[in-house]
């Protein structure tokens, strides 16, 4: 073998190898998007002082079976009659269910009263995937800039994915009847962002003088916008 195709084949290899590294770095940041758990489980451990990003694992021989059991009765409908954009979701997640930690996943029910909203937001933290528990629901989402919107009608047994952190929203269509879903969704504690409470509620305002040239709109009307109670439906 001539020494020169002993160096092409070293140079192949080390190519080889970093490419490799590359490949499995990109697929680490691709699926980071909780903490990866380095055991079988990390219970969550409320009481600790300890802060970290998440939450500090209870001592593992004091964990029992009631840690990963929550009765959370998603099987039974929500009031909405009390909310103002006639929604109401039902969060699981590690705040409410400690045995959650590090798993990345969470749920939550979402019951709409007839033509209930559950109004424009985001998960900062997740992917959302829908499934129709009763009823016809208008729904999508809007795509960073230039914002392109995906939205469709769907019935009993659908489902329909929300990337993560993209704008999105649902709508009952009856008029008459109540309709339910659930979410499950890609992190343990995957947060929510309301727009319009987010826009014209946040506290302190955000300048009338901003969001009067953001929307082209006059002062006035912001004001009137931010004067009124922007409701959580998010419990």
């Not at 998440?54 to 909405?80: H, I, S």
């Not at 995906?150 to 993560?164: L, N, Q, T």
Request: glycine share 4%; aromatic share 10%.
């Amino acid at each position: 073998m001539p020494p020169w195709t002993k160096h092409l084949t070293m140079a192949s290899s080390s190519s080889l190898f970093l490419i490799a590294v590359l490949l499995a770095l990109v697929s680490w940041q691709a699926t980071a998007y909780d903490p990866s758990p380095l055991q079988d489980f990390c219970v969550a451990d409320m009481k600790s002082p300890v802060r970290v990003n998440g939450f500090p694992c209870k001592d593992p021989m004091a964990v029992n079976t009631e840690d990963f059991f929550n009765p959370a009765m998603l099987d039974q409908p929500r009031d909405t009659k009390n909310s103002k954009v006639g929604s109401n979701v039902t969060n699981i997640n590690v705040i409410n269910f400690p045995g959650l930690n590090t798993l990345g996943i969470s749920l939550a029910r979402i019951d709409y009263g007839p033509l209930g909203v559950n109004t424009p937001h985001i998960h900062p933290r997740a992917t959302e995937l829908l499934t129709v528990l009763e009823g016809t629901l208008y729904l999508g989402f809007v795509t960073s800039n230039p914002n392109r919107l995906f939205s469709r009608v769907v019935k009993k047994g659908d489902v329909f994915v929300f990337p993560k952190a993209m704008i999105h929203f649902q709508m009952n269509l009856a008029h008459d009847k109540p309709a339910a879903a659930l979410s499950s969704l890609s992190s343990q504690n995957p947060g929510v962002i309301s727009i319009a409470n987010a826009v014209f509620g946040s506290n302190p305002p955000i300048s009338d003088d901003v969001l009067a040239t953001a929307f082209q709109v006059e002062k006035k009307l912001i004001d009137w916008l931010q004067s009124q109670f922007w409701e959580n439906n998010h419990y």
